[in-house]
């Protein structure tokens, strides 16, 4: 397995690991990927509901950044009241079965 390590120009390590962490790491973008994944296409307040704990702002970036990678697809309706949409894209699909192991993991060793 660490015949894949490589090192960037600074000596630095480079890893797949640490290539997924830089883009679905941190508190929240699993479990917002969880929920678009197996819950369905997500309107922003249905997941301020499902994420408690989790402020406005942070919601936010955190929809933005997954966006920005192109792990979801953020569709906005132009009606009154507007309307913004997220969906799981093929690329955020994925992350599917990592989710689950990480799921299974979890319940394993957390109860």
């Given at each position: 397995m660490t015949e894949n390590i490589e090192v960037d120009e600074h000596g630095k390590l480079k890893c797949s690991i640490e290539y997924t962490l830089n883009k679905v790491g941190g508190k929240w973008k699993l479990i917002i990927l969880w929920h678009i994944i197996f819950d369905g296409t997500q309107r922003y307040n249905a997941l301020r509901r499902l994420l408690p704990g989790i402020t406005?702002?942070?919601?936010?970036?955190?929809?933005?950044?997954?966006?920005?990678?192109?792990?979801?697809?953020?569709?906005?309706?132009?009606?009154?009241?507007?309307?913004?949409?997220?969906?799981?894209?093929?690329?955020?699909?994925?992350?599917?079965?990592?989710?689950?192991?990480?799921?299974?993991?979890?319940r394993e060793q957390g109860e």
């Open positions: 406005h702002k942070m919601l936010s970036q955190q929809l933005k950044e997954l966006e920005q990678e192109g792990l979801i697809i953020r569709t906005q309706y132009n009606e009154m009241p507007p309307k913004v949409e997220y969906a799981i894209s093929e690329k955020g699909l994925t992350l599917k079965p990592l989710l689950e192991e990480m799921h299974k993991w979890g």
